[in-house]
């Protein structure tokens, strides 16, 4: 489901455009557009995955986790649509008065694959939030994501997201990354 | 010097609020309820060949469980009897032994010092390793639920579940080959007393409606209705609350195991199709309760949602702060893709992401962390909702609460909290053992109610 084959790096040109599309995502979830990200940025066979990722020695040869295995997301479109709907139901008390939630996307490396529409994509994030008066969290991690050419635009098709903390120092995850 | 009948007023239903945030009821809680408390380490289905391991904690005990070569499970504290180092830093895994980073002493998987570096040329062969294992820890197991405990004058686990076992074999042992549970665990931080969520879990049925409204909404279903607690429902024919002997207690909403799964076919099929056997092996009493969703905790600080299937435990860091660690039961002989649908679903609901658990985590934070204004912390919390109308049941052990929102459970759990931070020992524990139900006084709660409603019955 995830492992697509990354082939040559994506021009200059191509390179900028999918950046410039992750920097707008962002702005997105920066902002609370949960529903125009959901409707214009996701596609419809999403598969949004965070795996549980043990601390294993390094003679262990047991498999990496896959979707079957215990995650923390593990979502298809209609899920994540649930979660969004969650977030805009005016029910959710601590989001009265909001937090604020800051991306910051870097190491974007972009790969053609066999399919002339869509691309491989890793990128790193930073992601910190701020509530209340003096709380805060940060999560630091990376992305690799299949990403769709539509139209003018691109489309989420699979991001695995992978924090590199073992335990997620924070109430809870239900930010998107 | 605590005075306990003031940390805990069991006639008042009013527990100080000092519970939540003082460091020297929390260090009395260290040594009179975890050091004496049997604590969820692992299930067996997690170590299942010779040689396997996991880590995990007991409170801030960094805590090894091994399937040793001889079969049996071992338990013992995770620091190097030489000079204190971790002796494993892996989550999981399978191992002939355990090395020491520090100098490389190697201990077996029952804990026992088997080599020593330079054991011949500089300890010149005087070491005595025998003497020199790991500091082992007792453990047991419960239908596959392993369990550790410090002290060695504790009952066994089942004499420390007690009646709670009986509840817990309803779906335990009543359908089938019984349950594993699915790991690796997901792990998080809450900045609040371990007892916030433990209390949460074991008797909370009040909070669903309002916490969770937005969870709810989109959820709809049978659960929906309690949403923003809208809707005109007869609580007191929905379910039960029980609390045990040693406070280990939950909630029942009857009908309501599978509510919260979306991809719901597999899971019903498999409750149509053992609900019989569970009647026929345990009774219809546990039958019904078998169809239930139950909130529970078993005393001190494991938790869990059967039905929604999550299973949890929260080890405690200082009075202000737990790390929580979340595992998903399934039934072993459910079909794969069922199990993998109820992992997602109980995940999606209250994993680390989970849509419910953001609901309960911020209040868990703010009811710890108000208490840091003295003033604040003056008095006591109130946990009255339903006192009186509790008691003995004909047909379920424990003291029975008349619905699921209640907190007869909660009254449970802290009586049994006072009664093990006030004891010198577990005989001072064991003394109490015919009069621990003194503080429900309504003998006849359900006498009374029952014949009430075939009386009622009759009539119509």
Redesign the interface.
């Known amino acids: 489901m995830h492992n697509t084959e990354a082939k040559e790096r994506v021009s200059a040109q191509l390179h900028y455009e999918l950046s410039q599309h992750y920097y707008q995502e962002a702005t997105l979830l920066q902002n609370a557009e949960f529903g125009a990200w959901i409707d214009t940025f996701v596609a419809k066979d999403l598969h949004y995955w ?1 795996p ?1 990722t ?4 390094a003679k ?1 040869k047991r498999p990496a986790p896959t979707p ?1 295995d ?6 298809n479109y209609d ?1 994540m649509k ?2 969004v ?3 805009l ?6 989001e009265d008065p909001r937090s604020t939630v800051r991306y910051l996307i870097t190491n974007v490396e972009a790969f053609h694959t066999d399919n002339d529409d869509e691309f491989v994509v890793q990128s790193n994030f930073a992601v910190y939030r701020h509530r209340g008066q003096l709380e805060h969290s940060e999560h630091v991690g990376c992305r690799q994501d299949l990403i769709r050419k539509v139209g003018n635009g691109f489309q989420l098709a699979r991001r695995k997201v992978s924090l590199d903390a ?9 930010i998107f990354f | 010097m605590i005075d306990m009948d003031k940390l805990v007023d069991t006639k008042a239903s009013t527990q100080s609020k000092q519970v939540f945030w003082d460091q020297d009821v929390y260090d009395q809680e260290i040594k009179n309820i975890f050091g004496r408390s049997w604590l969820f380490l692992t299930h067996e289905s997690l170590l299942d060949k010779e040689g396997d391991f996991i880590t995990t904690k007991m409170v801030e005990d960094s805590v090894i469980v091994t399937r040793h070569t001889d079969g049996s499970l071992k338990a013992f504290i995770n620091a190097c009897s030489h000079r204190g180092n971790s002796v494993c830093t892996a989550d999981s895994g399978n191992t002939k032994s355990f090395v020491c980073n520090y100098h490389g002493w190697v201990f077996g998987t029952d804990g026992a010092l088997v080599d020593v570096p330079l054991r011949e040329k500089c300890y010149h062969d005087e070491l005595d390793r025998a003497s020199l294992g790991l500091k082992t820890i007792r453990v047991e197991s419960y239908r596959g639920f392993v369990f550790g405990c410090f002290d060695e004058t504790a009952p066994s686990l089942e004499d420390f579940l007690g009646d709670w076992g009986w509840y817990l074999d309803t779906w335990m042992v009543g359908a089938g080959e019984g349950v594993e549970l699915v790991g690796p665990p997901m792990k998080s931080i809450l900045k609040c007393n371990w007892k916030v969520p433990t209390e949460n879990f074991v008797g909370d049925g009040y909070h669903v409606g309002w916490t969770h409204a937005s969870a709810l909404n989109v959820l709809g279903g049978e659960l929906g209705g309690l949403a923003g607690n809208q809707a005109d429902m007869p609580f007191d024919e929905l379910g039960i609350q029980v609390t045990t002997r040693h406070g280990h207690g939950f909630g029942v909403i009857d009908n309501a195991a599978t509510a919260i799964h979306a991809n719901k076919g597999g899971y019903v099929k498999f409750m149509e199709e053992t609900t019989p056997k569970v009647a026929e092996k345990l009774g219809e009493p546990r039958a019904k309760l078998y169809n239930g969703h139950w909130n529970c905790s078993t005393f001190p600080n494991c938790s869990f949602l059967y039905g929604t299937n999550i299973f949890k435990v929260w080890h405690p860091r200082g009075p202000h702060e737990i790390e929580v660690w979340s595992w998903v039961i399934v039934h072993k002989d459910m079909s794969d893709s069922t199990k993998r649908d109820i992992v997602k679903e109980a995940v999606r609901s209250f994993g680390t992401a989970g849509t419910l658990e953001s609901d309960d985590g911020d209040n868990m934070v703010q009811s710890t962390h108000t208490n840091a204004g003295p003033h604040s912390r003056e008095g006591v919390m109130n946990s009255s909702m339903g006192q009186g109308y509790e008691g003995e049941h004909p047909d379920y052990p424990g003291i029975v609460g008349s619905s699921f929102i209640g907190e007869t459970s909660y009254r449970g759990f802290y009586r049994f909290y006072q009664e093990m931070m006030s004891a010198d020992s577990w005989d001072d524990i064991r003394a109490n053992d015919e009069n621990w139900a003194d503080c429900f006084p309504n003998k006849d709660y359900w006498k009374d109610r029952l014949a009430a409603r075939s009386a009622q019955a009759e009539e119509k």
């Not at chain 1, 139901?89 to 601590?94: N, R, S």
């Not at chain 1, 073992?166 to 239900?174: F, G, I, P, S």
């Open positions: 965070m549980v043990e601390r294993r020695y262990d079957y215990m995650a923390i997301y593990n979502d899920e649930d979660r709907a969650r977030l139901t005016g029910a959710v008390w601590m073992r335990v997620t120092e924070d109430k809870n995850l239900y």
